[in-house]
């Protein structure tokens, strides 16, 4: 099993940065991508950025250029600057297991213009 435990969310003025942090722990071995999701009121969970075990990473258009996401083992980063008021949502981590996707229990990033 894989547990994902989030941390860094809160509230920021627009223009601002913060930076949302994700440790995985159990059978990491079995992970191969891990990286970001977020879910806006009333909105479905979308998909932020992504890295894979071998360091290749993907981002949404909403975030490309404002954000950088990195891995150390098994911890992700999502590095976001210059936020907007849209980017406020509840931001969950995520693993690929296999077959699976395993998730965290999220974390509220709120964006005041």
């Known amino acids: 099993q894989v547990q994902l435990v989030e941390s860094g969310g809160g509230l920021v003025q627009a223009g601002g940065s913060l930076r949302l942090s994700c440790a995985a722990s159990g059978t990491v071995f079995s992970i191969n991508t891990m990286g970001w999701y977020r879910q806006a009121p009333g909105k479905e969970r979308d998909f932020v950025a992504g890295?894979?075990?071998?360091?290749s990473t993907n981002y949404a258009d909403s975030v490309k250029g404002r954000s950088a996401i990195s891995r150390d083992k098994n911890t992700v980063v999502l590095q976001m600057n210059s936020l907007k008021p849209e980017d406020t949502g509840v931001y969950y981590c995520?693993?690929?297991?296999?077959?699976?996707?395993?998730w965290g229990q999220g974390t509220q990033v709120t964006v005041s213009s």
């Open positions: 995520f693993a690929a297991v296999a077959t699976t996707t395993k």
């Open positions: 890295i894979s075990s071998g360091g």
